[in-house]
């Protein structure tokens, strides 16, 4: 079965970095065809999509948060880990990771940006 952990820090001071790492169990992220991918959700807003990376560790952005984001990955431990910078406020809200194919999510995990 598939599964999707978040794990990381429910809060960030403000300019500081925010690191977030996606444990997968049940299929290899090496997997041809599956793109793993970070998505974020406001309180009373819409999901926004972060970025992703595929099996070949091809990495893709979201211009919104281009400049401040990046991922990586441990094949070792079937991990994919999300480091956003210089957060703000506005960074604040539950963070997921997710398999495009077959829209397997994690549980997410919230992150409260706050002096």
């Known amino acids: 079965q598939v599964q999707l952990q978040e794990s990381g820090p429910g809060l960030v001071k403000p300019l500081q970095t925010l690191s977030l790492t996606c444990t997968v169990s049940g299929v290899s992220i090496t997997t041809d065809g599956y793109d793993w991918s970070w998505i974020r959700q406001s309180p009373g807003k819409g999901l926004e999509w972060m970025g992703a990376?595929?099996?070949?560790?091809?990495?893709q952005y979201n211009p919104s948060v281009q400049s401040r984001i990046s991922f990586s990955r441990d094949i070792a431990k079937n991990q994919v880990t999300l480091q956003l910078n210089l957060v703000t406020p506005e960074d604040t809200a539950v963070y997921y990771c997710a398999r495009e194919v077959g829209q397997y999510w994690g549980q997410g995990t919230q992150v409260t940006v706050s002096s």
């Open positions: 990376i595929d099996y070949r560790g091809i990495f």
